[in-house]
C-alpha cells in the first residue's frame, strides 16, 4: 500500500513564502512525483511535476515563484512557494506516478495567503 503524508502548509501573507513536503512510503518505483491543487468552486489543476529523470513542468501561474524538487533516495517531493498572492490559496495534493500505472494522491494541505 502506497501513503504520501504532507506537510508545510499554513497561512502567509501576500509575498511571503511557504515550502511543502511530501514524502511517500511502500511499494512504489516512482516515474514522477507533484503537487497540484484546488481552490473552492474550481477544478484541481497541476501546479508543478518532475519526473524520475529530472523534466520538470510548471503552470504558468507560478512559473518563477514556485521551485519543485525531489529526493528520490527518500522518495519525496518539496514545492518551494514564494511571492505568494492571496490567487494561491487552496489545496495543495501531492501526486506520485508508478512504473506499475499507480496514481496515489495525498490527503492535502491547506495554503492560504491573505492579502
Known amino acids: 500500500q502506497v501513503q504520501l503524508v504532507e506537510s508545510g502548509g499554513g497561512l502567509v501573507q501576500a509575498g511571503e513564502s511557504l515550502r511543502l513536503s511530501c514524502r511517500a512510503s511502500g511499494r512504489i518505483s516512482i516515474v514522477a512525483m507533484g503537487w497540484y491543487r484546488q481552490a473552492p468552486e474550481n477544478e484541481r489543476e497541476l501546479v508543478a511535476t518532475?519526473?524520475?529523470?529530472?523534466?520538470?513542468n510548471y503552470a504558468d501561474s507560478v512559473k518563477g515563484r514556485f521551485s519543485i524538487s525531489t529526493n528520490n533516495a527518500r522518495n519525496t517531493v518539496y514545492l518551494q512557494m514564494n511571492s505568494l498572492k492571496p490567487e494561491d490559496t487552496a489545496i495543495y495534493y501531492c501526486?506520485?506516478?508508478?512504473?506499475?500505472?499507480?496514481?496515489?494522491w495525498g490527503q492535502g494541505t491547506q495554503v492560504t495567503v491573505s492579502s
Open positions: 501526486n506520485t506516478k508508478g512504473y506499475a500505472g499507480g496514481d496515489y
Open positions: 518532475m519526473s524520475r529523470d529530472g523534466r520538470i
